[in-house]
């Protein structure tokens, strides 16, 4: 549970493009890739979602699927992310047997909680600024760095990150990525954002 995480958006990602945006992005250095979808059903989605996760695995990416634990399992996907208002992790652990990720927002309690009710890591967010979720609550990175020396899973930051502020989560395993990765050139975004990341 590491690396550079990218996330889908129906605007950035459209589609009917979206197959070409994550070859570019694995071509970067992309290690896990997030479904996002907030407005189709699970049946509209479900043929691109089994789509998705046999091209992640053909390509070593951790394919993960928000919020929705019934897709999950039935598209094969390795990984599931759930929130504070999604589906209990207890019973997303009985049901789902791939990696599971919970949103902790700016609450070292969730965070020490999901760790303690099996999580498998914790996403705090926003960190910056985020044009995607413009009024999420922000988190400092004096809790990201708190969170680190307490937590025994991996952390995943959100929010507002690129190439000029990536270099300020060295501490976590995972930098997850919307805006930053999908505008523009996605693979020297992705490159660069490497780059940046764990340079001195």
Not at 169 to 191: F, H, P, Q, S
């Amino acid at each position: 549970m590491q690396g550079l995480y990218g996330i889908s958006d129906e605007i950035l990602t459209p589609y009917e493009r979206i197959f070409e945006l994550l070859e570019s992005a694995i071509k970067g250095g992309l290690k896990i890739f997030q479904l996002r979808d907030k407005t189709h059903t699970d049946k509209e989605i479900l043929d691109l979602a089994i789509a998705l996760a046999d091209f992640c695995s053909q390509n070593g990416v951790l394919f993960v699927i928000n919020d929705r634990i019934d897709l999950a399992i039935e598209s094969g996907a390795g990984g599931l992310h759930i929130g504070r208002e999604d589906c209990a992790l207890n019973e997303a652990k009985i049901r789902f047997k791939g990696k599971i990720g919970i949103s902790c927002y700016d609450s070292l309690e969730l965070a020490y909680k999901a760790q303690e009710d099996g999580a498998d890591y914790v996403a705090f967010g926003a960190v910056f600024d985020s044009k995607t979720k413009p009024n999420a609550k922000k988190v400092s990175l004096d809790t990201i760095k708190k969170a680190k020396q307490t937590l025994k899973i991996p952390i995943c930051a959100i929010g507002g990150i690129d190439t000029n502020n990536i270099h300020l989560l060295k501490d976590v395993e995972m930098v997850a990525v919307i805006g930053g990765l999908w505008k523009g050139n996605v693979a020297r975004n992705a490159r660069m954002m490497m780059e940046h990341w764990k340079e001195d």
